[in-house]
């Protein structure tokens, strides 16, 4: 059983006890996604960026008014330190439901072809030596399409 599956399966019994609380999980998972997606969008556009240069311009100019204090130290390093931390599981979410959908359309693209190997279907729920296994396998196939090529051109 590969990770994702263990990680799905804590999750699913996770869920399972806060609904049994009375904690309706998916309406919650429905508006964190729905935030998350809001959030990264803005996080990744120039102006965040900006607005993230002026804060810490304001920071520093700041600085002589309140004597270089400790406690003028320790805002800017609070908020970065918050910022940081919330940001992580952003972009980890975005990244996961990225992953996700290029996963769905690559198995239907494995499913669409007729001559394609359907067992790459669940490829990323593999140990890391089934994996070893088939890449040794791609490896040594790609190697063979090389030396044909190699053939050919000679022959050319």
Do not use: G, K, P, V
């Given at each position: 059983m590969g990770n994702n599956k263990k990680a799905?399966?804590?999750l699913e019994k996770m869920e399972k006890g806060f609904q049994a609380i009375g904690i309706d999980t998916r309406a919650w998972n429905a508006r964190f996604d729905h935030f998350a997606r809001i959030a990264s969008r803005l996080a990744g556009r120039p102006f965040a960026f900006n607005i993230a240069i002026a804060i810490i311009?304001?920071?520093m100019f700041s600085g002589p008014v309140f004597g270089f204090s400790?406690?003028?130290q320790l805002i800017i390093n609070t908020a970065t330190t918050i910022v940081t931390f919330l940001m992580v599981f952003l972009i980890q979410h975005t990244q996961n439901r990225d992953t996700d959908a290029i996963q769905i359309k690559l198995?239907?693209?494995i499913r669409a072809v007729d001559n394609a190997e359907n067992m790459l279907l669940d490829l990323?729920?593999?140990e890391e030596k089934e994996l070893d296994l088939l890449r040794?396998?791609?490896l040594e196939l790609a190697r063979k399409a090389r030396e044909e090529l190699e053939r050919?051109?000679?022959k050319n």
């Open positions: 799905e399966d804590i311009l304001l920071w400790d406690t003028w198995d239907e693209l990323e729920e593999m040794q396998r791609y050919r051109e000679a």
